[in-house]
């Protein structure tokens, strides 16, 4: 399977707990998005890598949120200290260079903070 | 900066009936369109994408799209859904060139009924 892979696919954890999520994107893909999916909503953009550099963030990626892609293949998103309001879906998707931007997703990792 | 609005939350449509989900953008710059299908507790898949050209655009799974810059719109269709087809769709907007933040719609629940 070449598609984007996400794991954990379900993660449950108490209130003021630190939780990380992995996304691998498809291998020949340079640019990395992160996105957030609650319940009724379309996904929402939390930043972007191009190989290793994070090239934008959101202003929901609050302080408690860090996300990297070290050796600009893979990628991690942490939520510290996590809120009852972090549950959703973490979405990560991959595109590779060039002018359209179709974006490939993969299938997500549900969070509940309990 | 550019926004998105599906103005359907859900749509019921019985099986074998056509089928159409609005979708209506606002940008100060020339725009990418695509439509994507997410079925539940998975990532989103491309159905469409308008870049430039025809202004019919057509996906997988029978579906078509038509840009109208006019009216600002990119609606998606299909002449005869199937029970397959039940999923939540997600109209989406990008700038040209590069890399460009893809914003999402709310989203629109097909239900088909048997």
């Known amino acids: 399977d070449t598609g984007v892979s996400q794991n954990p696919r379900h993660k449950i954890t108490k209130r003021g707990q630190n939780v990380t999520f992995r996304c691998d994107p498809i291998?020949?893909?340079?640019?990395l998005y992160w996105y957030r999916q609650t319940l009724g909503q379309g996904p929402e953009f939390l930043t972007y890598?191009?190989?290793?550099?994070?090239?934008?963030k959101s202003r929901l990626l609050s302080d408690r949120f860090s996300a990297e892609r070290p050796k600009g293949s893979f990628s991690t998103l942490e939520i510290q200290r996590t809120e009852q309001g972090d549950s959703a879906m973490y979405l990560c998707?991959?595109?590779?260079?060039?002018?359209?931007?179709?974006?490939?997703f993969g299938p997500g990792t549900r969070l509940t903070v309990l | 900066a550019q926004s998105v609005t599906q103005l359907d939350s859900q749509v019921p449509v019985f099986e074998e009936a056509p089928v159409e989900l609005r979708c209506n953008y606002s940008?100060?710059?020339?725009?990418?369109l695509f439509w994507y299908v997410q079925y539940p507790n998975q990532g989103l898949q491309l159905l469409l994408k308008?870049?430039?050209?025809?202004?019919l655009v057509k996906g997988i799974n029978g579906f078509e799209a038509e840009f109208n810059k006019s009216q600002t719109s990119f609606h998606l269709r299909k002449p005869s859904v199937h029970i397959s087809d039940t999923a939540e769709y997600f109209c989406?907007?990008?700038?040209?060139?590069?890399?460009?933040?893809?914003?999402f719609g709310t989203g629109t629940k097909l239900q088909v009924i048997p």
């Open positions: 998707a991959s595109s590779p260079t060039g002018e359209n931007n179709e974006q490939f």
């Open positions: 291998s020949e893909h340079n640019r």
């Open positions: 890598f191009q190989n290793e550099a994070q090239l934008e």
């Open positions: 940008s100060s710059v020339s725009v990418y």
């Open positions: 308008y870049l430039s050209g025809s202004t």
């Open positions: 989406a907007v990008s700038g040209y060139g590069g890399y460009q933040k893809v914003t």
